[in-house]
């Protein structure tokens, strides 16, 4: 694979995580860094370490994975997203869903890297036999998803400033829409 590739496939892996980042920065409203760079750290973080259990489990559990991963992903982002639409309609103020949250942050990180793995079975298919060769894909993809995260919550922030919009319904429809999408993928390829 070619560094361009390398970096395109960065890129698509990251829209998943600049969608679910911009609903984030409409739910926030203003520039909160810990939690921007958290955000980001973790999506990274698992879009890079999801393709290395891909590759390093593909001798033994590509069979397994390939699967259930649309599966897993539909039912994480479908769980989130439902639970978004109910506290909508719910209308209580502190039950709604929460971006700030460390189990939300991870469970959109988990949920937004299933298709990495795929990535990383992927790769142990087409030629990459060992760690060291690992390690640039894997920084490009985590590097990238990081960058990405964070440019998707200040669009968030400067979206959700000048439309007033039902965040958590639409965020929810977004969450859904995004599991769908993966879902659709798996099943039509």
Known sequence: MSIIEIWLLAISLAIDCFTVSVTSGIILKRVQ????????????????????????GASRFSHLIEDYDHWIAFGLLSFLGFRMIYHYFKKEEESTFDPRRLKIILTLAVATSIDALAIGISFAFTGYKSLEEMFLPLLIIGFVSFVISLIGNFIGIFV????????????GLVLIGIGVKILIEHLCS
């Open 33 to 56: 860094w810990s939690i921007f760079l958290k955000m980001a750290f973790f999506f990274g973080f698992f879009q890079a370490f999801m393709p290395l259990i891909g590759w390093l």
């Open 160 to 171: 959700g400033k000048r439309i007033n919009l039902c965040v958590e319904l639409l965020g």
